[in-house]
């Protein structure tokens, strides 16, 4: 059997205005949109009044809520792309089921 080793990268993100160092098996491109995301997210969730002295005071725990949150949302971006492939099969197998059936549909020349 063959195995193939992915090679884990280490890349910096910011998220939540903390650093993070990530290290990960995933395309680097798709860590870089997973952090956007999250970071987005984060943001829209904090109320404009709080201060973000009140919000980063527990670096630490921000920290784990952030990598947290990383997981979650490559699961979430997984989960539709899956979607969008089952989609898209299902289109095909429609169409072609919709092929044959107009086919069949034909009245014969006889």
Known sequence: MDHEKTEKTMMEVTI???TLKIRGD???ELTLKLAEFVDQKMHEAVPSTMS????LYHERLARVAILAALNIAEELFQLRAEK???KN???EKASALLTLLEKELQP???
């Open 16 to 18: 939540f205005g903390l």
């Open 26 to 28: 995933a395309d680097p």
């Open 52 to 55: 973000w002295t009140n919000v």
């Open 84 to 86: 969008e492939m089952e």
């Open 89 to 91: 099969l299902i289109e």
């Open 108 to 110: 014969s020349e006889a």
